[in-house]
């Protein structure tokens, strides 16, 4: 834990200093939990006592004390999912991943929790995989949905989801396109284009649909790492003037084909974007 | 001045004074576990109620957070609120069994058993500790933890707080014992009284894991007799 990003979020609510409970949501979204430390420094930052913060975070369920795991698998036990066998489901859970509700796996990829409702009793019995809900779950399929948790589902599905559309990129110093039709990610060309970070200089191949964050590249960039991009046909910086409105790292502009900008955020894992179209052709 | 009725009594008080307070000015007893006067009024205990208005608006309330109305009528000892304190009273007996101050009540409202499942905690959750350390020792180094069947009074993470001064007030208060003697183990201590009593207590190792057994703990009290 780093007590920096702990002061930042602190500044962040500058000025309000009753806002606790936000503040501990941030720290809880940032780390997965929340650390003592942490803790100990928000509580002397709102000038507060340790206690009274203590007791609201053991307080509401939706914070832990403890570190979770990568993945959450929450399986509802309220009164609709119980009579349809949520508790059996709970314990396939169980099973499955060796653990009993509320542990996380020794790998530290997932954690499994039960809840009281959802909201969703007529899709019962339900299960939430870090936000994504499962409907109609039966033991049967314990399995394949741990699989997709372990996998991760923050991936896009491209064939199903029509929000996704292909874009078509180049340098906006040479007009080069960045298109790579020789390696394919989501089943379209892919992008590509050369990055340096920390000494390390190589290429790197992004999905051409707009809303899909896969990624391909020669050096693993390790996330919030901000990296600096070039054109592999004129070695130019794509360096762009916005700073990105989610983490203020520099924004990577590029020409889209037909008419437009589409601007990334260089920092990994940072989802930042924004797609500015001048002429639409549908 | 406030002008109320308590037991048909015709009574005035000041303004802000709680029906608590003002019965007992006027010679009503009303037994409490979590009121203190030095302490602002929690109302956890629920052993204070009293019946108030008439007939079928009767409602009962905990008269230790319930401020004297112009015109009220306050019954401190009605079937109802005796009915009401005898089952507070049990229920309490039924968590908290080693309290002599719960057994004391219980036996003088005539309890001669309980008829819940018997637990042994040792705590009644009615906060005095805190609010003891939080307003009288300005110190607010244990407080409630977590919620529900879960909720507990200790310092934060389990360990000993910073601030904590080991002063005892929160042992001193507590109707229950609940923060007992933590002396053999010296990372979590919170009393700390036997080691420095003068002349030391010889028999401190005895009471591992007994109630703390300073001025108004009950365990010492039983061993006497």
């Keep these: 834990m780093n007590p920096e990003h702990i002061l930042a979020i602190l500044e962040n609510h500058r000025g309000d200093l009753g806002e606790v409970i936000s503040i501990l949501e941030d720290i809880q979204t940032k780390y997965s939990y929340l650390p003592e430390e942490a803790l100990r420094i928000v509580a002397q930052k709102t000038r507060r006592s340790l206690v009274d913060i203590y007791g609201v975070a053991s307080f509401y369920k939706s914070f832990s004390l403890k570190p979770r795991g990568k993945h959450l ?3 509802c036990l309220g009164t609709a999912c119980h009579v349809r066998g949520g508790q059996g489901i709970a314990k396939e859970f169980e099973r499955q991943l060796g653990i009993s509700a509320g542990q996380t796996t020794s790998e530290k990829d997932i954690t499994l929790e039960t809840v009281n409702c959802l909201g969703a009793c007529a899709l019962g019995p339900i299960v939430v995989v870090d936000g994504h809900y499962f409907s109609n779950v039966s033991q049967q399929r314990v399995k394949d949905v741990v699989q997709k948790a372990r996998v991760g589902l923050d991936r896009v599905d491209v064939k199903t989801d029509e929000r996704l559309f292909p874009l078509e990129v180049s340098c906006p110093r040479c007009n080069h396109s960045f298109m790579d039709r020789t390696r394919y990610i989501d089943g379209y060309p892919s992008i590509r284009v050369t990055v340096t970070f ?11 649909l707009y809303g899909s964050y896969s990624v391909d590249h020669e050096y693993k960039v390790p996330t919030d790492t901000v990296v600096n991009f070039f054109c592999p046909h004129c070695h130019g910086e794509l360096a762009g003037v916005s700073s990105c409105s989610e983490c203020a790292a520099l924004m990577v502009p590029m020409i889209v084909r037909g008419g437009g900008m589409v601007q990334i955020c260089s920092r990994r894992g940072c989802k930042g974007h924004m797609l500015d179209l001048t002429r639409i052709k549908v | 001045m406030i002008n109320l009725t308590i037991n048909r009594l015709k009574v005035s008080v000041e303004e802000g004074t709680t029906l608590l307070e003002a019965s007992r000015f006027y010679g009503f007893p009303i037994p409490t576990l ?6 602002s009024p929690y109302g956890a205990c629920r052993l204070c109620v009293v019946e108030i208005g008439d007939e079928k ?9 319930y401020p004297a109305e112009e015109g009220l009528r306050v019954r401190t000892a009605s079937s109802r609120v005796v009915g009401a304190r005898k089952m507070i009273l049990e229920l309490l007996l039924a968590s908290c069994p080693q309290s002599k101050i719960i057994q004391d009540l219980a036996s003088a409202h005539g309890i001669r058993q309980q008829r ?30 977590g919620r529900g069947e879960n909720r507990s009074i200790g310092t934060p993470f389990d360990i000993k707080s910073e601030v904590c001064r080991l002063c005892g007030g929160c042992i001193y208060v507590c109707p229950a014992c609940q923060l007992r003697c933590t002396y053999t183990e010296p990372e979590n201590a919170i009393c700390g009284g036997c080691e420095n009593l003068s002349p030391p207590c010889l028999e401190k190792e005895r009471f591992d894991n007994m109630m703390c057994y300073m001025d108004p703990c009950v365990s010492c009290e039983i ?3």
């Design chain 1, 198 to 208: 920390g000494g390390k200089h190589g290429w790197v191949r992004l999905s051409c």
């Design chain 1, 73 to 75: 698998i929450s399986v």
């Design chain 2, 57 to 65: 608006k009767a409602k009962l309330v905990s008269s230790c957070t």
């Design chain 2, 116 to 145: 819940f499942r018997q637990e042994y905690e040792d705590c009644i959750l009615c906060g005095l500790c805190v609010r003891m350390c939080e307003e009288q020792m300005m110190a607010k180094a244990i407080g409630f933890r």
């Design chain 2, 34 to 39: 979590c009121y203190d006067e030095g302490l």
């Design chain 2, 223 to 225: 061993r006497k007799r």
